[in-house]
């Protein structure tokens, strides 16, 4: 069992991860031609956001959404994230179904870290050198949180679009987020099928949608 500093340090690496996954910065200011040029780059432009916001740093919610809404969403493939945490279910849900569970899925990251994401302060990211080939189209960018407690092994995964460099899937401590997101939706559709995960991806988007914020 983990102890609560360590659980706390893994929801707030997990949130950094997926926050710090890109974001919509100019052309002249992050070199998309490299993975590793994207997620350094990125990295420091969210971490300023966050730390020069006091409305964010408060928890505000709506204000965290349109950050990550403006600045990580355009260089994530939600699509693909989604498409691996189903699975083999990902071919029995339609376009619309599709469509749907990418809408909230997104959501539901969104809002489950959004208050470890008020929290960055003083943590900074050490970058591991990148192993890969010139032509390989997936590679892994691998990092470490560097902060209060022990420090976090945080890896990216990328895969190469005609669009760029795109983030879909991250590791933190060992656990790559697809994976532990694939059992949950498993379950939901054996029992209540493609429907039934929906619905349960709106019930709990409303659920901490409502839900007051703790920091």
Avoid: H
Wanted: net charge positive; with cysteine; aromatic share 6%.
């Amino acid at each position: 069992m983990k102890s609560n500093k360590t659980i706390q340090q893994y929801c707030l690496a997990l949130c950094a991860g997926f926050f710090l996954m890109s974001a919509s910065v100019s052309a002249q200011t992050v070199d998309q031609s490299t993975p590793d040029g994207l997620i350094k780059a990125v990295v420091s432009d969210v971490m300023a956001s966050v730390k020069s916001d006091p409305e964010i740093q408060k928890g505000n919610v709506p204000r965290i959404v349109d950050l990550v809404e403006k600045k990580i969403v355009p260089y994530t493939d939600m699509r693909r994230t989604t498409e691996m945490a189903m699975g083999p279910n990902w071919k029995k849900a339609s376009p619309e179904q599709q469509a749907q569970l990418v809408s909230e899925f997104k959501s539901l990251l969104i809002r489950t870290y959004s208050g470890a994401l008020s929290q960055l302060r003083d943590q900074t990211i050490q970058f591991k050198p990148l192993r890969a080939a010139p032509d390989d189209k997936e590679v892994v960018v691998r990092t470490v949180v560097i902060g209060r407690g022990d420090p976090i092994p945080l890896d990216y995964r990328l895969e190469k679009t005609p669009s760029g460099w795109r983030v879909y899937d991250i590791n933190i401590m060992g656990a790559w987020l697809i994976e532990a997101y694939r059992n949950q939706f498993a379950n939901q559709i054996s029992q209540n099928g493609i429907e039934g995960l929906v619905k349960f991806l709106q019930d709990r988007n409303k659920q901490l949608a409502a839900a007051k914020p703790t920091n």
